[in-house]
């Protein structure tokens, strides 16, 4: 006699997003060995996210569209491409240690297709809305007339597609005037616009400070405007502090924090970062101000600042949809993404085929605590709190990602990924590695040190002899510049 039980489906995974993200998480998936279907769905024509630089992502002269990436002609990559590569594939042999965005690309595209994740993305098919409704996610597609059903959702959809603008007082008046510029960095790509301009750039992160140090090449004025720094016109760029405000009137001022101005800027650049962007997720509240002074309100909360209250960073604390229905990967920022993402990944299908692993009142401790430790931070600094708590919620610096990234991988059983040991003083001494690495390029031996790398082992290799010229020149140069014993007895 047959069984009166109708057949179970296979349950369905949508990712939106198809960058080092989405397609860590593809990984992670495929060699699961579940049986389950997953789609990746992808809004532009190839993957790569962030790092994919084709027609849509150049700047619109009008401004009038944003660019589908605001990678700029001459970014590089801030980490060594050891320290930023999946914790198992490695770059080719010959890369530059801190290469340029193609590289990463193509790193990407023979990620994807060594894993054979092709069969598992849809490309061009942008995510309209996924809504949670009775016990499923109902996901619209462009173009698709069909709603389809899936049992989770995983977003990954990135955050450098909306910049956040800061509005300090006066600024809009002050771009109103004719012959001035206000633009973010999201439309910056070479510096020849600014050519014997007098230019002011805001944001003291990497792209505030490679625009500042590439525009002063060829502006008449540079100034680099950051938050903490003082005024110091001896180096190029010039050093600022934040702005306060602007006056629109005569030649226009910017003046910063410490009473000082400058007059007759012509364009001022907001190198001032992205604001988390979910539109495809109705239920989730999108403004800067809490819905409710609870702590863990009833619905998500996205700030633009940090998505909230979310367990692990990943998981959804919410009364609109089960912990284990949803998982953001990639929110967290200063830190090592490709790994963190695997991690978080790892931490994702383990909620998602053991959702009891996850306890919801352990989280919320978590969560408790993490606001306690951030209000304490947000109160020695003074200023706005909330803003300040925001602003650093998923931000994961120095060791900590390390240790947050061991934890995940534990909890999911995955040790063979664990953080090596090497890596938090490798991380540490990442801008001294790059300033090294640029010197030995432009002296011809950059390419000698790289171009046998294939192993972890022998990216590692290179780091260290790297790190072994810098104290061999630091060294040369000390010698070179001790004057003789009498000659100092003179002065």
């Known amino acids: ?23 860590g998480f593809l990984r992670v998936f495929k060699e699961s060995g579940l049986d389950w279907e997953v789609v990746l769905f992808e809004a532009r024509d190839e993957i790569g996210g962030v790092w994919y630089r084709a027609d849509d992502a150049r700047p619109d002269p009008e401004h009038s569209k944003l660019p589908a990436s605001p990678i700029y002609d001459s970014l590089t ?16 042999p010959g890369t530059a240690l801190f290469p340029l965005a193609t590289a990463i690309q193509k790193y990407l595209l023979d990620f994807a297709k060594d894993f054979n994740l092709r069969p598992y993305i849809h490309l061009q098919s942008p995510v309209e809305e996924a809504y949670w409704r009775d016990g499923a996610w109902d996901i619209r597609v462009t173009g698709l007339s069909q709603v389809e059903r899936f049992d989770h959702l995983v977003v990954a959809n990135g955050h450098y597609n909306k910049p956040y603008e800061p509005d300090f007082p006066g600024l809009r008046e002050w771009g109103a005037a004719e012959g001035r510029e206000v633009m973010h960095s999201t439309w910056y790509r070479e510096p020849s616009p600014y050519a014997g301009k007098r230019v002011v750039v805001i944001g003291g992160g990497p792209s505030g400070r490679d625009l500042s140090i590439e525009i002063a090449q060829v502006a008449a004025e540079t100034y680099h405007s950051v938050r903490g720094s003082g005024r110091d016109d001896t180096t190029s760029p010039k050093q600022r502090p934040s702005p306060e405000r602007f006056e629109a009137e005569g030649n226009g001022k910017v003046i910063y924090t410490d009473g000082s101005a400058d007059e007759g800027i012509d364009v001022v650049i907001l190198a001032t970062g992205y604001e988390h962007n979910v539109p495809f997720l109705p239920q989730i509240i999108a403004q800067r101000l809490p819905p409710t ?44 993404p490709f790994p963190l993402c ?42 706005d709190e909330l803003r300040t708590v925001c602003r650093l919620w998923h931000r994961i610096s120095d060791d900590a990602q390390f240790e947050y990234r061991d934890t995940l991988l534990r909890f999911a059983g995955v040790t063979k990924w664990l953080t090596d040991d090497w890596l938090p003083e490798i991380f540490a001494k990442k801008l001294v590695l790059r300033e090294e690495w640029n010197d030995a390029a432009r002296s011809g031996e950059g390419e000698g040190l790289v171009k046998d790398a294939r192993t972890k082992e022998d990216w590692y290799g290179v780091l260290l002899k790297l790190l072994d010229r810098r104290k061999r020149r630091q060294g040369k140069n000390a010698e070179e510049t001790v004057e003789p014993a009498g000659l100092r007895a003179k002065i």
């Open 1 to 23: 006699m047959g069984s009166v039980l109708a057949p179970q489906r296979r349950k369905r995974v949508a990712v939106v997003g198809g960058g080092p993200a989405g397609l």
């Open 77 to 92: 990559t801030n980490l060594p491409v050891n320290v930023m590569a999946f914790h198992d594939y490695q770059f080719p």
């Open 293 to 336: 002074v609870e702590e863990f309100p009833q619905h998500l909360w996205n700030s633009r600042a940090h998505i909230y209250p979310l367990a692990r960073h990943i998981f959804p604390i919410s009364h609109d949809f089960p912990l284990s229905s949803l998982a953001f990967i990639g929110l967290p920022s200063h830190i090592v």
């Open 342 to 383: 695997e991690a978080q990944a790892v931490a994702a299908l383990h909620v998602f085929t053991h959702p009891e692993t996850l306890e919801i009142e352990q989280e919320k401790d978590w969560v408790r605590a993490r606001n306690a430790y951030l209000k304490e931070i947000a109160r020695k600094a003074g200023g």
